[in-house]
């Protein structure tokens, strides 16, 4: 027995200063009090140890259904995760050509207006 890094013949020093000190009827109390208050704490202790056994149990088993049911889905594999991304690359392109278009059309539209204003006031 090795409690706190107290032995048998430390423990037996203790328990003798103890009784010497608050008298054997005290020390009678305080013992069982000692003794009332460590089986509480064990008692608290395999509990919490037999919840947080529980709670690991039932999070290994909804992590294990969880894997099962991806692995039973239809959805497309990861794999298509690269093909996904060139598609989208291929629209983005395709619409900023269509940006690119429009911006010019009205580039060029801007520049026939000033040109007939230009002729206009020519004219005057």
Do not use: Y
């Amino acid at each position: 027995m090795n409690f706190l890094n107290v032995g048998p013949w430390e423990l037996a020093v203790i328990l003798i200063i103890a009784i010497l000190l608050v008298g054997p009827r005290r020390a009678a109390e305080i013992a069982r009090t000692i003794g009332h208050a460590t089986s509480q704490m064990r008692r608290l202790s395999e509990e919490f140890l037999s919840t947080i056994q529980v709670e690991l149990q039932a999070t290994g088993q909804e992590a294990r259904q969880a894997l099962e049911s991806v692995a039973e889905s239809d959805q497309e594999p990861i794999a298509s995760i690269p093909d996904e991304i060139q598609a989208t690359e291929r629209e983005t392109r395709q619409v900023m050509q269509e940006i690119i278009e429009d911006v010019e059309t009205v580039v060029k539209g801007g520049r026939e207006i000033e040109e007939a204003q230009d002729e206009e006031a020519c004219r005057e």
